[in-house]
């Protein structure tokens, strides 16, 4: 299967477009290929996406409405095919696979209730004797054709994030998806192409760095919505010109245990899978844990026996996967924090017969030498 650029509600033949090999994380295989997009399809696109914004804001409320409620309606029928593939394609555990696609669901349904919902508002200007009955109005527009760059961790519903309200509001899209898993992006195209959208409503491509950043550079966008990591975010705002810019960038999430917590092994296990849950892909996952003293290494034991106990298996119970950006690995490979202030995972790849991935744990600490001082 090769994914081909998808513009004005269709997808265009690959006519010699040179494609990348979309792999499995469980197994390095290839599962699909996506072909780069070109310059002219990048005109393309930004051509289908003026007309498209002109289509969407065209449209009554009750119609946006309607799109957004036949979208949810098809991801809930679609729903276990879909988590499968994303769990193929991103090497998610099928229940957060399953979890993802629940999102993505009440996200447009959210969305389908706020395009009925949202609106202007009328503000009394009677705040001085010159402009007594007199009132101000204020009414909101589609701001124009956005363009959005969405993450490979959560493919399809950090772009439902996106495209959801981008349809209540009136407005078209161009969405370059992750290179690592940008099948979802392409099945949601075509959804809205089964649920009526106008053409050109939603397209996507699959670009090579220098044509991506024209989506922040281009000026026939009027708004760039980005999710991904700061340097690349703070980047793209630095060059997106006068447009409006959205940004979700990386987290920093620390968690502290006080030595009077009530139960040290319950905490260790919800810390566990809060830092390796999904090969710890999530922007909110537990990155720093600061520890108080007497309780340190009873921690770092109980926290080292729980993510042990975290479950690998493709099955329903699993928890852990491989990372996304490893896929075809052959060697012994190793997450290391310079300055981790406790257990840091190994991961392995055994041989290729077996195709699994498992991890070792092992602790280290960032702590300063005991002093008086506590903390």
């Known amino acids: 299967m090769v994914l081909t650029p998808f513009i004005n509600g269709a997808h265009l033949p690959l ?48 119609a946006r409405r309607d799109l957004l409620v ?15 593939e994303l769990a193929v394609s991103c090497g998610k555990p099928i229940t957060q696979a399953l ?60 772009l439902a994030h996106k495209v959801a309200p981008a349809l209540a509001v009136g407005t078209s899209l161009v969405v370059k998806p992750p290179p690592q898993c940008p099948q979802l992006a392409f099945r949601l195209g075509a959804i809205l192409a089964e649920c009526g959208a106008p053409a050109g409503a939603y397209n ?57 917590v009530p139960d040290l092994g319950a905490v260790a296990r919800r810390l566990a899978v809060g830092a390796y849950s999904y090969a710890g892909q999530v922007c909110i996952k537990v990155q720093r844990i600061l520890v108080h003293q007497p309780v340190y290494q009873r921690f770092c034991d109980e926290f080292v026996a729980a993510s042990a106990a975290l479950c690998w298996p493709r099955g329903g119970a699993a928890t852990c996967s ?40 092992t602790a280290t600490s960032a702590c300063r030498p005991a002093s008086s001082r506590r903390t």
Request: hydrophobic share 40%; glycine share 8%.
């Open 322 to 361: 491989p990372p996304a950006s490893w896929p075809g690995c052959r060697v012994r490979r190793r997450c290391r924090a310079r300055r981790s202030s406790g257990p840091s995972p190994s991961w392995r790849r055994t041989p290729a017969s077996t195709r699994r991935w498992h991890r070792s744990t």
């Open 70 to 84: 036949r979208i949810a309606d098809c991801l809930t029928r679609d729903r276990q095919a879909l988590a499968t």
């Open 204 to 260: 996507v491509l699959h670009l090579p760095l220098p044509l991506a950043e024209r989506l922040a550079t281009d000026p026939r966008f009027a708004m760039l919505t980005f999710t991904g990591s700061p340097v690349v975010g703070w980047h793209l705002k630095h060059v997106a010109g006068k447009k409006k810019v959205a940004l979700e960038l990386g987290g920093n999430a620390a968690a502290v245990v006080h030595e009077d």
């Open 99 to 158: 979890g993802e696609l629940d999102r993505a669901i009440l996200t447009f349904s959210l969305a389908a209730d706020e395009a009925r919902r949202f609106g202007g508002e009328v503000v009394p200007l009677d705040v001085d004797p010159r402009t007594v009955k007199m009132t101000g109005m204020v009414h909101r527009f589609p701001v124009g054709p956005i363009s959005a760059i969405t993450p490979f961790n959560f493919p399809l519903n950090l």
């Open 15 to 62: 006519d010699g477009r040179p494609t990348d090999p979309i792999l499995a994380p469980f197994t390095g295989q290839p599962v699909a290929e996506v072909a780069q997009a070109t310059a002219a399809d990048f005109e393309a696109a930004v051509a289908a996406a003026g007309a498209g914004f002109r289509a969407m804001r065209a449209l009554p409320r009750h």
